[in-house]
């Protein structure tokens, strides 16, 4: 057999460290592909935010049997874990406009009043926006509102079936007002402007409360982004309040969310897992107005962390420390703990269609990433040190090399 030469290593060589420049590039790819967590994949029923108002009885949302068995991507998106560590949105009062909310539905810790019709929640949306404005956690899951120790009032701004009404959303901001909210959180989304709403809504920013709305009513069936032209919704569209849109995971905003303009942040708002009216079990639920609660709930702890704050510093904290991208998203821990220079106040987003920065970087498949890289240049090493050392070895009869010049 004839033995190799010194020079024959270098082609081997060449490929071991073309695999050592080519393992980081196959780890990012690699963890650019693993799929991120989405509350999707949890066997739940869904949420809807309004019931069919053509049908001849009212059949309210069923209680669910079922339970989520982990936490959704929505509360690690916001870092609440962290958040909670500066504060709970204790001695804040927030004030949700809905379809009302049962106020001893599980989770909620008995911190939930009602005004009139309000506490009679039908369709269980409000219920389910609740959970995620002031929700304690309930359950082996840990499923914590973004503001569990704050106070909510319920407001219905919607008839029992949850089809919103101009008349009944005015006077419920104007009750929230009169009740001294910290935020009032509006879930639906109406597609005309209306003179009383105009002015409920400029009174209670006035008053100092922060007004936070769903850019858009959520879609009410498939198909509806390619019927419905892009126009502003109300009352996100009046002067001074904090519009919010949905997001997936990935950072972009569902294929099937109503096209608008002017939003100022983006929020999750896809495959969240919250609770309902009736029993202990969870639902999915999605749509604009579950990035308002989410956002709703952060504005609450801004508040209780900063209460001599005027409620466009506070809009200015929540856009200005949210992840950046064509429209901002929400980041409740940035929120709540960022230091602010003396920036100038984030103007609205500019109208017209923008697109939504990817941010799903697989966070989760960094750590098994990293590792990869560091043991596959190790394998690499080896390889080199096999490949160069041992033909010189074999060549010496492995004896120890000489270093020594005669």
């Not at 949890?42 to 019931?51: C, G, I, R, V, Y």
């Not at 001599?308 to 821990?333: F, K, M």
Request: with cysteine.
């Amino acid at each position: 057999m004839k033995r190799r030469g010194p020079g024959a290593a270098r082609p081997l060589c060449g490929a071991a460290l073309a695999a050592a420049l080519l393992l980081p590039v196959a780890a990012a790819e690699q963890a650019s592909a693993a799929p991120a967590a989405d509350g999707k994949r949890q066997e739940l029923p869904p949420m809807p935010s309004a019931l069919d108002p053509r049908a001849d009885a009212v059949e309210c949302t069923a209680a669910s049997r079922e339970k989520a068995e982990k936490q959704d991507w929505s509360r690690q998106r916001l870092d609440l874990a962290r958040a909670h560590q500066h504060g709970t949105g204790a001695g804040t009062t927030v004030a949700l406009v809905d379809t009302g909310v049962s106020t001893d539905a599980a989770g909620l810790g008995g911190r939930v009043t009602a005004r009139g019709a309000a506490g009679d929640d039908c369709v269980g949306h409000g219920t389910f926006l609740a959970g995620l404005i002031v929700g304690e956690g309930w359950g082996r899951t840990r499923l914590p509102g973004v503001a569990p120790e704050a106070e909510l009032l319920a407001l219905r701004g919607t008839d029992e079936r949850g089809s919103a009404d101009a008349a009944l959303v005015a006077g419920a901001v104007r009750d929230a007002t009169a009740a001294g909210a910290d935020v009032i959180a509006v879930g639906v989304a109406l597609p005309k402007r209306d003179e009383e709403l105009t002015s409920a809504v400029a009174e209670a920013i006035d008053a100092g409360a922060v007004v936070v709305a769903a850019a858009t009513p959520d879609p009410p069936h498939a198909g509806a982004t390619r019927e419905t032209p892009a126009r502003t919704y109300w009352p996100a569209g009046e002067p001074g309040v904090l519009s919010v849109a949905d997001m997936l995971p990935s950072g972009a905003r569902p294929g099937d969310a109503l096209p608008t303009d002017g939003v100022d942040l983006v929020a999750p708002g896809a495959g969240v897992v919250s609770g309902g009216p009736r029993g202990d079990g969870h639902y999915l639920g999605a749509g604009a107005s579950v990035a308002a609660a989410y956002t709703a709930g952060t504005a609450a702890l801004v508040r209780a962390a900063r209460p001599d704050d005027t409620p466009e510093e506070i809009v200015h904290r929540l856009t200005s420390t949210a992840y950046p991208a064509d429209i901002p998203q929400l980041d409740a821990y940035a929120a709540l703990t960022t230091v602010l220079g003396d920036a100038p106040v984030r103007a609205r987003a500019a109208e017209g269609p923008v697109t939504v920065r990817d941010t799903a970087s697989a966070d989760r498949a960094a750590n098994r990433a990293t590792a990869f890289v560091l043991l596959g240049t190790a394998g690499v090493l080896a390889v080199l040190w096999a490949v160069i050392a041992v033909p010189r070895a074999r060549a010496r009869g492995w004896r120890p090399a000489d270093t020594g010049r005669d």
